[in-house]
């Protein structure tokens, strides 16, 4: 009976779903050193790290994925240099020309996080246009953390709290949180980070307060399909208790 009992056990192991996470954040860390250690330019680093998002962003959905945000470019990230920054400006904007039409064949809804405003007119009006192109589609969110900060996030959510005229005692987590940059998206069950750096830089500060993190020394644009697959499956053997 206990042979019988434990084959049973195994079969039904075997067959059951894997724990999948439905929204994963991506520290996409590592392009320039990546670059550098084969000796091409900066730049070709961060052309290589687009390519690999791309292919990830098919890899999380073809695992059922729902949600999939990208930390592409932070408020500190203005202090690099001009031509990188620059760079960095025209690879988004022709990201979002050339991929555009797939994201909707994909049903891909892209949904911006960080400050508009900073960003070349140019950019500014591609991503308001990619937002309202893919508005209606639900296979999948990709969320394009650009611009963005996560206590710049946390500020401008209490300054939409204030211009509102709440009191303090209407002041609720549910509050702020409906303030954030996105809105009525999951928080994240898994952060991966790239390149060996076991920090969060402000990703997602006030979502990721019960996220799994998963760091990796592989450089973003060597991460692979493998990787991905190690990173879930260390997620489906942690117990989230949520503080219970």
């Excluded at 555009?100 to 994909?106: I, S, T």
Aim: net charge positive; hydrophobic share 40%; with cysteine.
């Amino acid at each position: 009976m206990t042979l019988r009992r434990s084959a049973a056990t195994l079969v039904a192991m075997l067959q059951a779903p894997p724990v999948v996470p439905k929204h994963v954040g991506f520290i996409m860390d590592g392009n320039r050193r990546w670059a550098k250690e084969r000796g091409l330019p900066t730049l070709e680093g961060h052309r290589r790290g687009y390519a690999n998002m791309k292919r990830i962003l098919q890899w999380c959905m073809d695992r059922g994925i729902y949600v999939v945000t990208v930390f592409a470019f932070s408020t500190e990230n203005w202090n690099r240099p001009r031509q990188e920054v620059n760079y960095l400006m025209r690879l988004f904007s022709h990201a979002l020309k050339q991929e555009l039409a797939e994201f909707n064949r994909r049903q891909v809804r892209i949904v911006h996080l960080g400050r508009l405003d900073p960003l070349p007119k140019y950019l500014q009006k591609q991503i308001r246009n990619a937002m309202a192109v893919t508005k209606k589609n639900t296979k999948a969110v990709l969320n394009l953390a650009l611009n963005y900060g996560g206590r710049t996030e946390i500020v401008d959510a209490v300054k939409r709290v204030v211009k509102k005229g709440l009191s303090a005692a209407q002041v609720t987590e549910a509050v702020i949180t409906e303030q954030l940059y996105g809105v009525g998206v999951v928080d994240p069950d898994l952060i991966i980070r790239t390149s060996g750096e076991q920090r969060i830089s402000g990703f997602l500060l006030w979502e990721a307060a019960y996220a799994e993190l998963y760091f990796t020394p592989k450089k973003w644009p060597a991460f692979t399909e493998a990787d991905l697959d190690r990173a879930l499956a260390d997620y489906a053997r942690r117990k989230r208790n949520f503080g219970a």
